[in-house]
């Protein structure tokens, strides 16, 4: 099994708002992403956590804000965003072992609409 | 650090006829290479990777690519495509130092019946 599931597939959200983006695995990865992708363009890496501990932020804007509850499960909170923040936003997970690399497996993503 | 390049933004092909998507990546450590395949409103799906071994790899729906050190490339090949393979293919590259992956700008293959 190489699913990771992201929950809601669409978010249609104020700039007021505050909402949130799931993400899970049960492949025992110990290490999953965030991505954003506007229309035909790749994936832009927003965050990576490790262990279930935040390794990577790649100057991403306070507005959004990760959180790793477990190692299963990856939120994204949502706060008083901006219309340009619409996109599609993509979940990944890889199995972390020392010298071994890592395949990441994409969720099928939240598409978001900031009005 | 790493960088991939996908010089055709867009292919468009013939169905039934083969096709060829380039990447070539730039870097000063052993990588890992992957192709991507995004279809409308969809995730990114794995079609193949390179670890380590054999050159060639062969992936799923009938994709295969090729690593090759000395020109630093990873092209994409199938012999034969399909109406359903119309989609965005991205390549991308890992190096052995962390778990960061840099992707490539992306292909738009568009087959034509």
């Known amino acids: 099994d190489t699913e990771v599931t992201q929950t809601p597939k669409h978010l249609v959200m104020g700039m007021t708002n505050k909402k949130s983006l799931k993400c899970e695995q049960h492949m025992g990865h110990r290490a999953m992403y965030w991505y954003k992708q506007k229309a035909k363009k790749p994936p832009e890496l927003m965050f990576v956590?490790?262990?279930?501990?935040?390794?990577i932020n790649e100057s991403v804007p306070s507005r959004f804000s990760p959180e790793c509850p477990n190692s299963s499960l990856l939120n994204l909170h949502l706060h008083a965003l901006q219309p340009e923040d619409s996109a599609l936003y993509l979940c990944a997970s890889s199995q972390e072992i020392i010298a071994v690399p890592g395949t990441q497996y994409f969720g099928p993503g939240t598409r978001l609409l900031v009005l | 650090a790493q960088s991939v390049t996908q010089l055709d933004s867009q292919v468009p092909v013939f169905e039934e006829a083969p096709v060829e998507l380039r990447c070539n990546y730039s870097?000063?450590?052993?990588?890992?290479l992957f192709w991507y395949v995004q279809y409308p409103n969809q995730g990114l799906q794995l079609l193949l990777k390179?670890?380590?071994?054999?050159?060639l790899v062969k992936g799923i729906n009938g994709f295969e690519a090729e690593f090759n050190k000395s020109q630093t490339s990873f092209h994409l090949r199938k012999p034969s495509v399909h109406i359903s393979d119309t989609a965005e293919y991205f390549c991308a590259v890992r190096s052995n130092t962390g778990n960061q992956f840099y992707f490539g700008t992306g292909t738009s293959l568009t087959v034509i019946p």
């Open positions: 956590y490790s262990y279930e501990k935040l390794s």
């Open positions: 870097s000063s450590v052993s990588v890992y």
């Open positions: 390179y670890l380590s071994g054999s050159t």
